[in-house]
């Protein structure tokens, strides 16, 4: 299955905030939206992504003030992207590799998503469905 594929099922909302925004906000909106982390943006540009883990870290070294400090300052810069045209396979090794639950999906140099581990793990579980059925079904014709 490729990304494209999870992004029509799951759809393209991505939630972004801009990285002068406090990390209370963050937090407010991960919280809102139900979300696990938020794109971070100037413009049309992604510079950043901010994770729960982002927000652990945050208050681990900076206490209860990092709440009102901007999230650039916690957020992690050095994204790693996946493209619509990737497979489920390449995504959960990148995943795994870089120890990362959230890819961004980039399409033409724009966002067009994100997919998270719970996006891939139920991808791979519908697909074991999938085969185990064929199975099945080819062991009782035959």
Sequence with gaps: MLVAEILKDKGQTVFTLSPEAPLAAACAELTARRVGALV????DEVVGILSERDV???IAQDGEAA???PISRYMTSDVV?????ETVAVLMGRMTDRRIRHLPVLKEHRL?????IGDV??????ET???AESLRTYIAAG
């Design 129 to 131: 469905a999938r085969e």
């Design 67 to 69: 709440l009102s400090h």
């Design 121 to 126: 793990v139920k991808c791979q579980i519908a």
């Design 112 to 116: 067009a998503g994100v997919v998270s």
């Design 81 to 85: 992207f996946a493209e619509p045209t």
């Design 56 to 58: 652990v870290h945050a």
């Design 40 to 43: 971070v943006c100037e413009g």
